[in-house]
């Protein structure tokens, strides 16, 4: 990428107003707003355009996918990777697990063997969790949280909250009661609490009593896991020093799929200033909205700073295997000790920002939109606002999105980093308020072509594109140089 000389002036001007505007408070019509009004003129929605079609031609050479574990990915890594280092970041490729296969080569074991002795049968009185790690494990079970009897509707919230497992003896088998948070929270959770296997049984309330199969994507405790029907959870929480052999025979197999992560040589590294967007697409199509379009606008931001004296240290991330349950944005936040957690001030996630039949949905970092999952940790609203500002500022229509978990932001609000971001749709109908306030047709999906082979370049409104990528360019150029409106966390 050239970089043409009046850039690079106004960038040089800009820098040498910084010890100014250090010394006061930055106001509006501080350094912030220079930059970012520098940036969202250099970040064009056509630049933008060229790198999804670079990565549309990458799934029409590898088969019509850039899923993970696939070439397609790696490709779409490469191709990621050396545009950052072009451009002088510092750029890491972080390996990540994914499955790659599971195969269970016999039946699960789940034995009383004290006091007494009882067989249940397996896959009926119970079903081993897929992917199951193998495991044969004969121990004492003890109870979390358990809700005995179940309430008249679903309650239970064991094995979900850190408070749960603070009386847990590592080396026994977790009996963890199904509800309220997935059952891969459960199992993370029975893991970090040392437990040698997991029995998950049914709540109890009507239709919800039985066992049956299910995959739940989590392997990473590392033990047996299985799921009971509501009897057989209620007969071991009833038997005081209940102990059982548990056994899962089964052949994991493990992929690896690379996070990008490029940080800038600028800025000051205890406040970094994050941005994410999923690299991998479903294995069904191209992924070119879903999520080449947050790929190509945080890649398009970040190579327009290049050359930006920012104060705070800046981030950006292309996350492995979301579309397989958030794994690469997962991972790296579990990798991160407290302290490189804590110096993350804000991250702003891009997943689908230009949808054939749009919305402009900010991340409500307030919960002003009543939806079902609470407001984003402190720091969330104000993230928030300073969007809105932006498309105020355009004169144009915003609404609220509930941070629901389905996408990278996830394990950042679970660590309580501030978080915020855009997202056009998906799957959703938009309503006739939303047609009347950003055009587009009411009673159809914000994205038809969601997770299929038709979301292609075809399937991109660029309006929505360049508006969302002006956006990012300047939410992130104003938190690069201020983070005063960010509070401290404690
Ligand atoms: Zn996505």
């Given at each position: 990428?050239?970089v ?9 001007v800009?820098?040498i ?5 250090f ?36 799934a ?11 070439p ?31 195969v ?12 007494g ?5 397996p896959?009926?009185?119970?079903f ?7 495991g ?43 509800g ?15 437990a ?6 049914n ?55 690379d ?42 931001t ?60 900010l ?13 984003g ?44 971001g855009?997202f ?67």
């Open positions: 990428m050239r043409s000389p009046r850039k690079v002036i106004a960038a040089l800009a820098a107003a910084l010890p100014l505007a010394t006061t408070p930055v106001q509006a019509g501080g350094v912030d707003d220079a930059f970012a009004k520098i940036l969202v003129k250099q970040v064009k929605g056509s630049n933008v355009q060229k790198h999804l079609n670079a990565l549309q031609a990458i029409n050479a590898n088969g019509g996918t850039r899923a993970a574990g696939t397609g990915y790696n490709a779409s890594r490469d191709y990621v990777a050396g545009k950052l280092r072009q451009a002088g970041y510092k750029v890491t490729l972080q390996p990540t697990d994914f499955v790659e296969g599971w269970e080569n016999s039946a699960p074991v789940l034995n009383l063997t004290a006091p002795a009882k067989t249940y049968v896959n009926d009185d119970f081993t969790f897929q992917p199951s790690p193998a044969d494990v004969t121990a004492q079970v003890q109870g979390v949280d358990l809700t005995l009897p179940p309430t008249p509707t679903p309650t239970s919230t064991s094995g979900c909250e850190d408070a749960d497992w603070a009386g847990f003896v590592p080396g026994r088998i977790a009996l963890v009661q199904r309220t948070c997935a059952f891969a929270a459960k199992v993370r959770n029975a893991g970090n609490a040392g040698a296997g997991l029995i998950i049984f709540e109890g309330q009507p239709g919800r009593t039985d066992a049956f199969p299910l995959d739940i994507g989590e392997w990473r405790a590392g033990i047996p896991m299985v799921f009971a029907d509501f009897a057989v959870g209620n007969e071991l929480a009833s038997t005081p020093g209940a102990t059982v052999r548990l056994k899962v025979d089964s052949t994991l197999t493990l992929g690896k799929s996070n990008v992560i490029a940080e800038s040589r600028f800025g000051n590294p205890r406040n970094v200033v994050m941005a994410g967007a999923h690299l991998d697409s479903v294995t069904a199509g191209p992924g070119i909205n879903d999520n080449g379009s947050g790929t190509a606008a945080i890649l398009e970040a190579l327009q700073m290049k050359l930006f004296p920012v104060r705070n240290k800046v981030r950006f991330a292309f996350w492995a295997s979301e579309e397989i349950g958030l794994l690469g944005s997962e991972q790296y936040v579990d990798s991160l000790s407290q302290a490189e957690q804590d110096k993350i001030k804000v991250y702003l996630n891009f997943d689908m920002v230009g949808s054939p039949n749009f919305a402009y949905k991340y409500d970092g307030d919960d002003s939109d009543n939806a079902g999952s609470p407001a940790p402190p720091g969330s609203a104000e993230i928030e606002k300073q969007l809105e500002r932006f498309y105020d500022g355009r004169s144009l229509g915003h609404v609220g999105t509930d941070f629901d978990g389905r996408s990278d932001y996830g394990p950042f609000i679970a660590v309580g980093i501030p978080s915020g855009i056009t749709g998906a799957e959703g109908i938009k309503t006739p308020e939303e047609a009347a306030l950003f055009g587009g047709t009411a009673g159809v999906a914000y994205d038809v072509c969601y997770h299929q082979a038709c979301d292609t370049t075809a399937n991109i409104n660029a309006t929505a594109l360049d508006v969302n990528s002006d956006a990012i360019a300047d939410s992130m150029a104003r938190f690069a140089f201020n983070l005063s409106a960010i509070p401290p966390r404690s």
